[in-house]
């Protein structure tokens, strides 16, 4: 599995920005797909993930409300929807595969598999 992430930029605080990630090969039904972050100095969070059968979604605190996942199944894609950006926002914005997931796992970043390289998000004040 391949994962390449798309759409990183400079947007102003209370701008928005629609990131892309591309999953090249099968993910599974029961699987899930993540969207995470790392800053400067930072350890990585997770920021939000669906579930790939049902569409269940999980955001972290930070971002509710201001984010929005979702995907396309028939494209293999997953989108993340960031709208009044912050300046903490700020990071490395990272998509990766859980092959097998469910509700208590899927916030969980050591389940995940396959990572993409990243993309960078940078919010000016």
């Known amino acids: 599995v391949t994962v390449v992430e798309s759409g990183g930029g400079l947007v102003q605080a209370g701008g928005s920005l629609r990131l892309s990630c591309e999953v090249f090969g099968r993910i599974f039904r029961s699987g899930a797909v993540g969207w995470f972050r790392q800053a400067p100095g930072k350890e990585r969070e997770t920021v939000a993930a669906?579930?790939?059968?049902?569409?269940?979604?999980y955001y972290t605190d930070s971002v509710q409300g201001r984010f929005s996942i979702s995907r396309d199944k028939a494209k293999n894609t997953v989108a993340l929807q960031m709208n009044s950006l912050k300046p903490e926002d700020t990071a490395v914005y990272y998509c990766a595969v859980d092959d097998w997931s469910n509700a208590d796992r899927i916030s969980g970043i050591r389940w995940y598999d396959d990572w993409g390289q990243g993309t960078l998000v940078t919010v000016s004040s």
């Open positions: 669906i579930m790939w059968s049902d569409s269940t979604t």
